[in-house]
């Protein structure tokens, strides 16, 4: 029998295991909000998504060069599809994040998890538990505090923010799909390659196309490829082989909590009343059907 050599990862995880795995990695990401603000004073978008993914693409196959061998045509597919889809996510989040605030992108974006369930009833037949359909509609209101409620921020970027989740959404559905199928870390390190190769050619089309050329440019692109990419993106995949796909989509909770610390502790932006109430509203929508998926187990 052919033993996994992915330092163990796919063989050894419990659940318990697999959701503190998928903690860290939603927590990491959530950086990525911040430094991208910041990276985005004086680089354009797909720049900065391309120059970010090559790095993170080139230092995966200098760790698991070895690994590569077990590339199969279903782990190329699987990973060529999750990039196109992720590509497309990031791009409208960049875009999100430079007409908004950190703390708004980051909890619109990552209220993906309202549609996963859609995704599992109309490809999967599968429906969900009525305390999830809650949670649901819970946080639904709490999107609709935070982009049409009096003092709300709606602008064009939240337009794109909401774009961005409904592919984040549909990037759920399929990790937690193809993570099952086998060799979940090749499948991220040839997501991230895809994602550097589409970016760049975005870039090059969109955008005037250049490498960072200060300190604090190498600083960023170097945060954003290391901790949110190499560990964030690649290791996601590896998480979600033990967790259902509505499971995965719950802890996204955690990226909009970081991501608010994170933008207030480093840029500065306040929490407005509209933000609390529509925040407390996601998190509800987010925590209930949780709860009841730990009460089932246990």
Do not use: H
Not at 66 to 93: A, D, S
Not at 129 to 151: E, H, Q, S, T
Not at 216 to 230: D, H, K, Q, R
């Amino acid at each position: 029998m052919r033993k996994s050599d992915d330092n163990g990862a796919q063989r050894e995880l419990s659940v318990r295991q697999s959701e503190i795995l998928m903690a860290a990695v939603i927590i990491a990401r959530s950086t990525s909000f911040v430094f991208s603000k910041m990276s985005m004073g004086t680089m354009q978008p797909f720049n900065i998504l391309a120059v970010r993914f090559i790095i993170s693409f080139i230092i995966l196959i200098a760790l698991f060069f070895k690994q590569l061998k077990r590339i199969t045509p279903r782990v190329l597919r699987n990973g060529i599809i999750l990039g196109v889809t992720y590509t497309v996510v990031m791009g409208f989040e960049m875009m999100g994040i430079r007409e908004t605030d950190t703390s708004l992108a980051a909890l619109i974006s990552n209220s993906a998890f309202i549609l996963v369930p859609i995704f599992e009833i109309a490809l999967l037949r599968v429906f969900p538990k009525r305390r999830v359909v809650v949670g649901m509609a819970i946080a639904f209101i709490g999107l609709l505090v935070l982009n049409f409620a009096p003092g709300a921020q709606f602008n064009m970027g939240c337009v794109y923010l909401l774009i961005s989740m409904v592919f984040y959404s549909a990037a759920i559905f399929e990790t937690s799909i193809f993570a099952k199928e086998g060799e979940p870390l090749l499948v991220g390190i040839i997501q991230l390659g895809t994602m550097g190769v589409l970016s760049l050619i975005a870039s090059l089309i969109f955008e005037d196309f250049r490498l960072p050329e200060s300190g604090s440019e190498w600083g960023m692109i170097l945060l954003l490829a290391v901790v949110c990419s190499v560990f964030g993106f690649t290791l996601q995949p590896v998480a979600q082989r033990k967790l259902d796909a509505d499971r995965a989509g719950m802890f996204s909770a955690l990226n909009p909590l970081a991501a608010i610390f994170w933008g207030f502790l480093i840029l500065g932006e306040r929490l407005t009343p509209v933000k609390i109430i529509g925040s407390i509203l996601i998190l509800a929508g987010i925590i209930l059907p949780s709860l009841d998926l730990r009460k089932n187990k246990q």
